[in-house]
Structures are given as structure tokens and as C-alpha cells.
């Protein structure tokens, strides 16, 4: 095309926002998507109303709570220490951890330990 940057600017929009405004445009209010037995929720931070891309959930767990999604997810333990049970086996994650779990894989009953833990949920889009 032989364009150099200067020629997509003006798809920006350059007006300046006071913080109050831009926190009303772009900030994601959860939305609660379910409950739990135990005090344990999940909550929609991004959903189908802000992308058709991906979706975002946060699941709070206050005690064992068995999930069966049935589409891939990709999990980061963001708070505490959780035991996962799924297919047999058992695996122990703490902060920061990332598990992948395929679609199709079954019931995963997720378990914290010593208190409440949190787990950050990505979907491919519905």
C-alpha cells in the first residue's frame, strides 16, 4: 500500500476523557453467572455483551464445588491454593498456576485449601 502510520490515526478517536468518563466507557462491571453450595460463586467479568471473541469468569470458592464446562478453558488460580480432581487424578495449584482443560474433559470438582481461593476462567467465544 506504500502508507506509512500518519495514514491510520484518524481511526483513533484523540479527544481526551477525564478518568470518571473513560472508567464509564471501558470498565466491565461483574455480572453474577451462578452460586454454589458453600458460599462459593462465579461471576462474568467479560461476556458476549462486551466481545464476540472470548469470554472471562471468576469463580470464588469458599468450598469444593464440581464444574463441568463443556468447552476449553483456560484457568489461572489468582488467589490461594485449590486441589483439582478430575479423570482420577489429583493436582494441587497455588497462585499464579495455569491448567488447560480440553473440551469434553469431564466434571472437575475444585477444592481450596486453608480458606478461600479464586480461579480466573478464559472460554472461546459461544
Known sequence: MRRDVDFALPIFNWAPLTPDALAQRVRCQPQRRRTFDAGSFQDELIGARHTDCFR?????????????EHTFTIAIVTAGTITADVG???HRLQTYDKVLLPAGLGPVTWSPENGPAELLECYPPI
Do not use: D, P, Y
Open 88 to 90: 482420577g487424578e489429583r
Open 56 to 68: 472471562i469468569n471468576k469463580t470464588h470458592l469458599a468450598g469444593r464445588v464440581v464444574k463441568h
